[in-house]
């Protein structure tokens, strides 16, 4: 299974074999039987070329990405006044337009996705909650004391 560092051992714990290569590395191996499946998110399964080559799409998905916009502070401070707030303006405007934008590109990915014939697959709640569980296990091997401090910082308690 094509893989990245997040998704090993939970590739791992599912039977599979995790393997390291370049997203455009991907529509070969498939092709060629390299591989039989991959971890990705949602989007870019078919414009990737990779569709053609999937029959099945597991989830439900069990983690995503953080999206961030990030500015250097020495650099923001030698902005002028009017390129801050350009850029101020501009982050508001994301962080009130992406969502909605977001949830539209999901379904059009879905409906992608769909009409090529990719089935999926529900393997319910847990799939997602053992894949986040062997996160946080995996990441408590590093720094057990950091994780174990964060780890209620950044779930939601049910």
């Known amino acids: ?21 370049a997203p455009p590395a991907v529509r ?19 414009s990737f070329g ?9 989830g439900p998905g069990f983690f995503s990405a953080a999206v961030n ?3 250097n502070e020495d650099k923001w401070k030698s902005l002028q006044d009017g390129q801050r707030a350009c850029l101020t303006k501009m982050a508001k405007w994301l962080e009130d337009v992406y969502p909605s934008w977001r949830d539209k590109e999901n379904k059009r990915q879905l ?11 529900d393997l319910g709640s847990k799939f997602k909650a053992r894949a986040h569980e062997l996160r946080w296990q995996s990441m408590a091997k590093g720094d057990a ?10 779930t939601k308690k049910k």
């Open 1 to 21: 299974m094509r893989s990245v560092p997040i998704y090993d051992v939970f590739i791992k714990e599912l039977g599979g074999n995790p393997v390291r290569m």
């Open 28 to 46: 070969t191996a498939l092709e060629r039987k390299t591989i039989d499946g991959y971890g990705w998110p949602l989007w870019g399964v078919k």
């Open 50 to 58: 990779w569709a053609k080559f999937t029959k099945y799409r597991y």
């Open 69 to 71: 916009i990030l500015v």
């Open 111 to 121: 409906k992608l996705q769909e009409d090529a014939g990719i089935k999926y697959v």
């Open 145 to 154: 004391a950091f994780v174990n401090k964060i780890r209620p910082l950044l």
